[in-house]
Structure formats: C-alpha cells, structure tokens
C-alpha cells in the first residue's frame, strides 16, 4: 500500500536508536530566479552513532547518506586550530565530485557533503549522535555584484613580482554576525561559518587556485535586522563598509586589530538575496575600502554563497549568459551540454531554455576538467583569447595578491590605537534630556591602553571620558573609559569617538542614537520644497524630502545656491539634519527662517561635515532655507533634509499612520511563520507612536501589537491586516494591506525518483526500470501519472514502473508529474550507457621478495619487489600498495627499500585494475629486535617519560602509551629526541 508519509520524511537508526522524523528547514525562495525543480523538495535525515568518533586520528570515515546509502570519505586535510578546534576535509571513494566537510569544536561537529546533485547538512544531536540530512539545492538571484567605485592605481594593470607570484596567497577575513543569524543556526553559528570557510578553501583547491582564506575573527554587532530598511542588503552592506557612519564601526575596529583583507556580515534574512558584496577593479588603488560583503546564513553555510561573494572581491563577474557585454575572462563559466555552471555562473540562462545547471564547487579554469558523469568529464573554462573566454583561476592569479595585501597581516600598528563602543548601542533610542552612557574600550596590539586621552564629540559638544572606575567606565585603570551626555534636542545624533597617548592615535569611530521629545516630529514630508537651481529632473528639489537616500537634490557649484522648505501653518522648529549626497557636500553653509515676512539668519557658518550635518535651531516660523556657500565640489548635492518641529496650532491632530512592510497584495504559503509586519505611526502632540500600532486580521482576529512584529503565521485564505493607532485624545487612524495566503489547496505534489540510482549505468541494450512515487494531498497518490523523457532519446513514457532502452552515451532523466489543479514538480537523475564491453579479468600478483619467513637484524634494509600484469591494463606494478600488519602504510610501486620495526611482520601487497577488480599476496618476515636498543613493542605498556627505538628514532613518552605508533601523528603520545 502507497504510505505518502514515507515520501515526506525517511530516518534511519544506527545502533538501536528510537526512530525520529526530521523535516528540513524552511526553503529560500528568491523571485529573481525561481528553481522549479525543487519546488517539492523531499526531506530525508538519519541519526548515527559512533561513526563520527575520533576524528582527531581518523583518515577515513564510513557513513550512510540519505537515499544514497553507505559512503566512505577519505581525509585529504587536517586543520588543527589554537583553540583545539580542527577541521576534517576530505572526498569521497569512488566520487572524485564528491567532498565532505566537518568543524569538530570539543564534542560538537558541524559538516556538510556536497555531491554532484545533493546536499547533506551534518550536524551534532548530543549524546554521541549527528544527524545528516538532505538539503535543497536552491540558485542565488541574480545581481548580487555591486561595482565598488574605487580609484584606479597608476599603473593599467595590477602586476605581481614573479618571486611573490609563485606562493601562495594568505586572505585573511573576518565575519560579523547578528543575533538573529545566530538564533537560526543549528548548532554554533562560529562554527558554521568556518565550514564555510572551509568549503571555499576546497573550492580555491578543486580550481587549482593558490589561495587561503584564513578566518582570523568573529563577533556579534548589535545590528538589528529590519526587512523593511534592509533594501536588498544595500543598506547593512554600505552600513558595513563604512568606518564612522555609526553602525557597526566596531567592525572596523575589528578589522584593524587582527589585520583581515576582506569583511563578510552574516545576517538571517538576505531580503530576497542569497549575498551582495563589491566587485572590486583589478587595478585599484583603493579596493581594501570596498573589501566588504553580506549574506544571508543559510546560503552562506550551505549555497557556496560566501565562495560566491569573495570571488566578487576578487573582481569575478557573473557569467555570460546574464552579462553579454563582458569583455573580460575574469567571469564564471556555463557548460549547457553537460549541464554544470561554476562558482560565479547564474542558472538563469539554463532555466530559460527549460532545465537545471548543477552548481559545482569550481572557479572557472579551462587547465581543470570536471566528471559530471562517471568517466565523463569537461572542462570548467575557456581559454583566453577565445571568444567566450571564461578563466577565473588566472584573474585570481594577479588579484589574489592584491587582497591578500589590503591589510597587513604580520604585525600590529603601535602607533595606531583602536576603539570599540561599549555604549551607547547603535541606532538606539533615548529622550529628551535623558543621561545617555558612554563607554568606549582603548586597545594597541591587542592590549588595554590607560592613561589615554579619550573624548565623545557630539555635535558642537565635546564630553571627555575617564578611566577612573567613577564614570560608569568599570574599574580604575581597565582600558575602558566612560562619561555621559544629554540631548538636549530632538534629532539624530552620531557620537564620534577619539583617542590619543603620546604618539598614539586612533581613527574616529561613531555610533549613531536618537533623542526624542514629547509632542516633537519630523515635519519634513509636509512641507512644500524650492531651489535656487536644479541640475536636471533627476535631481529636483523634492528629492530631498522623498524618504529615500538614493536620489539626491543637485546643482552646480557658486558662490551662493540655496533650497528653501516652507509650511502652510506656523512650526516650533527643533533642529534641521542635513545628509549630503556623497562627495557633493559643502565646505560652509547656514541656515535663514522666514519670520514677519523677512529672511533672518538663525544659525552661524556652519562647516559641512562629508556625511551629516544636525543644526539645532529652537526657533518659530512657517519657512527655512539652507544657504550653501562654500562648494567641496563642482556641484551641490543633498540626499535628504529632516526637520524636527512642534505643531503650534493648539488642536488635537489625529495621528497618522504609514504602512512600511509588506506591500498589499503579497502572497505567501501557509505555515510561513516569518512574516514581519512594519509601519510607523506619529503624532503631532506625541511624536512617535509606533509602538501602539496594533495589528489584526479580519480572519485571525488581533495580531500583535508595535511598529513590528515578527513571526506572524496566517491562516489560508485573502487577509485584510489593518493597523489601527489611538492617540491620548482617543483620536484614531487606520491602513490596511492585503495578503494572500496560499492554503493545502495549492500545495504542489510530492515527487521521488525511486530508481534509477543517480549515476548508475549498463552497457547498451540493457533495459532501464525507471520507477517513481508521486503523492498529492489534494490528489492522492498520482504516480500513474508521472511522464519520462530523456534529454537524448526524448519522451520515454508514462506511468509509476516503465521500462526503456536507452541509446549509448550519457542521459538526463526527468520526472514530471502535474496534479489535477495543473501545478508541475520535475526532477532529475543521470545515467550512463555504456559500450559493450568484452569481460574484465583479474590481474596477477606474485610477490618476488623477501621470501617467506625470511629474517633479518633490525636496523636492516629490506627489498619489496613484485610482479604485477593485467591483461586488459598491463604492467600494473607502480600501483602496487605495500603494507606490515605492524608498520601499517609502508608505500606504492613494484619495488620498495624499507627499514622495518622489531617483530613477526605480514606484508601485505595488493592492486587493482582499472575496472576495480583487486587481487591480493602476501609473505612473512621476521626483524630480530638489537639486544642495544630499547626498541619499541605493540603491545608494551609505556609510562610517561620511557624511552624507545624506531626505526633507527629514539621518542620519549608524554603520557600512558601502548599500541601508539611513534611518529605516526604529531598530535600522539610520542616526542621525538
């Protein structure tokens, strides 16, 4: 009988275990490039035992994959860290595609299996167990490459001495993370963030690439993820890059302390992107400025999107297919016929013309082939000069030296002294008159500075900072100094950090806060809005009051421009901030109120700051205009002007309200329990109110309440949200937005592939059982219904269990079922059909010497010779392995001269053809153990501090040791004398 659970959700128990269902996460979908292939993408975990054990001296490991079965990894790297901590690399036996990668941190291991079409998640359960599970494969979106608008050097094109070009590069990044990421991760979000270091490393490897991405720090900001300001990462990522705008300039501060060449920020939710990071020119002077890159978590750790990202800052472009006007090579690669894209390639050129591009973990590189097909393989590039050129390993050549130079790695800066805010937190919210701490850290090289001179400049005010234990600073003397200020007046403010001892300076670091006041609001959206002049259309002057930072109000330079802001009624007006655009800030400026019909300067000169300027004013009038004379530039430009004010009119004002996020008419699924609702409500006699913004729906009933609420689940069906404000004088307003909710009724069918086995193949001729399962909740089982084709022999049939034969050569097989409501599902496996082929034989293996039961002194050189033929493959005498049922791995080839240790050894020889096929000898040997030598025995206990030979080595004993090889590992019981 059909059991549709069974198709949702596999486990499998090793060891006797209670069975346990997992389910996978919730799916990325992104709008720029849907992957229809997984929209039902099928779940499957298993928990294990013991398996995962002794990774420290393991260089092998046997495990089961979901749907796969059992795999063996075989290490090819073993990366111990300072802390411990160590990862395992390794590739998996008899798939040169297949590759693992584990973090082990004490008794947690985090890893990931990426094969040719699957994905496996590798995560710690306590008690001994990990469970892997099946990830979906999900594509990126598209233009998450920004071009930084560097400076080019002087020369045309970034050269690398031939001595440096020949080693390899050490990059050096730090990764910044918000508590909401960290919230999602599974088990330690550090954690998951080195496997993705690791799993770039194995990419820079598999391309052939002399890179090595070192990850020298982590840290969690006190970033607030807000999908209603989060613009596509745009704003987190500028916020970032930026060193003193007064969000996360701690990160800057990190950077300098440990030297990193590139910065990543891991947020939770990506705002409809996988990543976004700067393309930096291979020739800038400057590019160390623009070293910066965001992601969302889940891409980061399991969608290659940290290699992905880096490659950007390493100046790669995307692919041809979505950049047809490239004229470099220095792009990712698409191979359509055999269906495989690299790291920097799109899958949207591929979906255009109706199938899927396997992403796999290669830079593109025409000198490296890929096996997209057992003994298949294509190359991952083309040759420069070719018209579709495609080479990212030999851009990476010459960039990769820039990068790794972009900060210096050997030493710290003693003359440089680095701040880190303790407080105020960033963007955070304070009153009127309200004490607001301040606490900053001093640090040289890594070290607490005293003594230092520390201040807080806050626009016109300085406020000086102790290290006295008395200043809300901690302890006397601890390198932290504090203080404290008021804000006086309503606006936002950016509290810039100094210090200096002696010779010692530091770089300004900021952070950015709000003073609020009772009855005080932005007035800026009601106001009417002149200029002197305007550039263009494009940048008129109500531009500066349109809530977006992106458009700008410009004109070029004079001795005198001005833009005027005027009112239909009478304001108490607090304060005017000003937010330049870009470079186009000015040297001088002031600002003039209309009061009793006339201009009168209300401000003094001001100098323009390249960032922001707040003026308070505290004066009355219904008009002001800023006056700019003194250009930084050829032309004026203002981003954005904010005017805080107080209605004077007497009158209750009902409050208003402003919906931010969703926009109406949205559609969502059902169970999506992470919908954000944002608005902002504001009162002309209380200011901001958002937080009595209460939220309902006409199906659910209230919501929640405050200018955002997360994790909001709907219920299937056409929701009106309304959020509704009520202010002290129990004056009310209203919006509304509608969001549609996709229930069971559109949940698309349920598909598996139940054979053939991805990769399998038969010679020609042979018949191919092709069986599916497909399932709907609305339709039930449909598995009749599932139709067959071939990308090479085309429709195959239709039904649950056909049977085909298929032509020689390699073949793509799709499933496609559509349920009754016309809603389609496809997947695909891969098979090959082979030649006929005439039948394998076993090789032969005589072993020539040494002669059975043989013995020698120890100490003594022994001959391994032997004899090796295949009929089909010849001579197959080098790839004979030799090895002591003592002495473990003695070596490869037909002849071999070893020096073994003391004992009754087996020596073991054993090849295989090229089909597989292995035969095995062997023969024993006795070494007489020197009557002068402490030679060391198997099965002797030894204590700390006893003393062996082997193999002509003496080693000392650290610990309790017996059966511990000496030498065979750094990490063992053994020291070498």
């Not at 001269?897 to 006795?926: C, F, K, M, P, R």
């Amino acid at each position: 009988m059909y059991n549709a659970v069974k198709h949702l959700t596999t486990a499998a128990i090793i060891g006797g275990l209670c069975t346990q269902l997992a389910f996978a996460g919730p799916q990325h979908n992104h709008s720029h490039q849907p992957a229809p292939q997984f929209s039902a993408f099928l779940s499957q975990s298993h928990i294990m035992s013991d398996q995962f054990v002794n990774l420290d001296v393991q260089d092998s490991l046997s495990f089961e994959l979901p749907e796969l079965g059992m795999v063996t990894a075989v290490l090819t790297s073993r990366v111990v860290r300072a802390d411990g901590s160590f990862s395992w690399l390794g590739q998996l036996q008899g798939d040169v595609t297949g590759q693992i990668a584990l973090v082990v941190n004490q008794a947690s291991i985090t890893g990931q299996v990426m094969l040719d079409q699957a994905q496996y998640s590798i995560y710690s359960q306590g008690q001994g167990l990990v469970e892997i599970k099946s990830l979906p494969i999900l594509s990126l979106p598209e233009s998450d490459g920004i071009p930084a608008p560097t400076s080019p050097s002087s020369r045309a094109q970034f050269q690398v001495p031939a001595a440096l070009a020949a080693g390899k590069s050490n990059i050096d990044i730090l990764v910044a993370y918000t508590s909401e990421a960290e919230a999602e991760s599974t088990t330690s979000i550090k954690d998951e963030i080195q496997l993705a270091v690791d799993i770039t490393n194995q990419a820079f490897s598999n391309s052939n690439i002399d890179i090595q991405l070192n990850l020298v720090f982590t840290y969690l900001t006190d970033y607030q993820e807000n999908p209603a300001t989060c613009n596509k990462m745009n704003t987190p990522l500028t916020q970032l890059r930026l060193p003193n705008d007064g969000v996360m300039d701690n990160v800057s501060s990190y950077r300098e302390k440990y030297g990193a060449d590139l910065v990543s920020l891991w947020l939770r939710d990506g705002c409809g992107y996988g990543g976004l990071g700067y393309v930096i020119p291979a020739d800038s002077a400057d590019g160390g400025d623009w070293a910066f890159t965001t992601m969302a978590r889940y891409y980061g750790l399991h969608q290659l999107a940290l290699a992905h990202e880096i490659g950007h800052n390493l100046s790669a472009s995307h692919d041809r297919g979505v950049d047809p006007e490239h004229q470099g090579y220095n792009i990712g690669y698409v191979d359509y016929s055999n269906r495989f894209r690299t790291i920097m390639a799109y899958n949207q050129s591929c979906f255009d013309q109706g199938y899927n591009c396997t992403r796999v973990p290669h830079f593109s590189n025409p000198a490296i082939d890929y096996e997209y097909l057992p003994g298949q393989f294509a190359t991952t590039g083309v040759a420069i000069g070719l018209p579709e050129q495609a080479d990212n390993a030999s851009a990476f050549a010459n960039t990769r030296h820039q990068v790794a130079a972009f900060r210096d790695s050997s030493g710290c800066n003693p003359q440089h002294l680095q701040l880190f805010s303790q407080a105020p937190l960033s963007l955070a919210q304070y009153q009127v008159n309200e004490t607001m701490p301040l606490a900053v850290t001093v640090e040289s090289c890594g070290q607490k500075v005293i003594g230092a001179e520390v201040s807080a400049n806050i626009f016109n005010e300085t406020v000086t900072l102790f290290d006295d234990g008395l200043h809300q600073d901690g302890q006397a003397n601890d390198g932290i100094y504090g203080g404290a200020w008021q804000g006086k007046t309503h606006g936002e403010y950016r509290i810039e950090y100094h210090a200096v001892k002696g010779s010692q300076v530091s770089a300004a670091r900021s952070v950015a806060v709000s003073v609020n006041a009772d009855y005080i609001l932005d007035i800026s959206a009601k106001a009417t809005v002149t200029a002197s002049n305007e550039y263009s259309a494009t940048y008129a002057a109500e531009k500066v009051i349109d809530g977006n930072t992106g458009t700008f109000w410009a004109t070029r330079n004079s001795l005198s421009e001005s833009i005027d802001l005027s009112w239909s009624q009478t304001y108490q007006i607090e304060s005017v901030t000003v937010n330049w655009a870009n470079k186009y800030y000015v040297n001088q400026f002031h600002v003039e109120a209309l009061q009793n019909g006339n201009w009168q300067k209300v401000s003094e000169d001001i100098i323009g700051d390249p960032q922001t300027n707040l003026v308070p004013l505290n004066i009355t009038a219904d008009a002001i205009r800023l006056v700019l004379t003194k250009p930084a530039s050829d032309f004026y430009g203002i981003g954005e002007i904010t005017v805080f004010g107080k209605d004077l009119s007497g009158d209750n004002t009902a409050p208003s309200i402003e919906l931010i996020y969703p926009q109406t008419g949205v559609t969502i699924r059902e169970g999506n329990n992470s919908l954000s609702l944002v608005a902002k409500a504001t009162d002309v006699e209380e200011g901001d109110i958002s937080q009595k913004i209460v939220w309902s729906s006409d199906l659910q009933g209230e919501l929640g309440q405050g200018g955002q609420v997360n994790g909001i689940s709907l219920t299937a069906g056409s929701h009106v949200i309304t959020a509704s404000i009520t202010d002290l004088s129990n004056s009310t307003d209203t919006a509304s937005l509608i969001i549609n909710v996709e229930g069971a009724a559109n949940t698309p069918p349920v598909l598996e592939i139940l054979s053939p086995r991805y990769k399998a193949s038969q010679t020609a001729g042979s018949q191919w059982q092709l069986s599916a399962d497909a399932f709907d909740q609305e339709d039930g089982n449909i598995s009749q219904q599932v139709q067959w084709s071939s990308d090479r022999d085309g429709l195959l049939g239709t039904g649950a269990n056909i049977s085909a034969v298929l032509s020689e050569g390699s073949h793509t097989l799709k499933a496609l079922i559509t349920d009754s409501k016309g809603v389609e599902v496809f997947k695909f496996t891969q098979v090959v059909v082979k030649p006929n082929e005439v039948p394998n034989t076993a090789p032969t293996l005589n072993i020539i010497a040494p002669q059975n039961n043989v013995a020698q002194a120890e100490g003594s050189q022994w001959l391994l010779s032997v004899d090796a033929f295949d009929a089909e493959d010849g001579d197959i005498g080098p790839q004979v392995k030799w090895s002591s049922s003592i002495d473990g791995a003695l070596g490869t080839g037909a002849s071999l001269n070893i020096v073994l240790s003391a004992g009754e050894h087996v020596l073991q020889a054993n090849v295989a053809d090229s089909q597989g096929l292995e035969v095995i000898a062997s023969t024993q040997v006795v070494v007489i153990a020197s009557p002068s030598q402490n030679s060391w025995e198997k099965t002797t206990v030894y204590r700390k501090g006893d003393e062996v030979v082997y193999q002509g080595q003496t080693y000392r004993a650290k610990w309790y040791a017996q059966g511990d090889v000496p030498g065979a590992t750094q990490w063992g019981p053994w020291q070498a004398l």
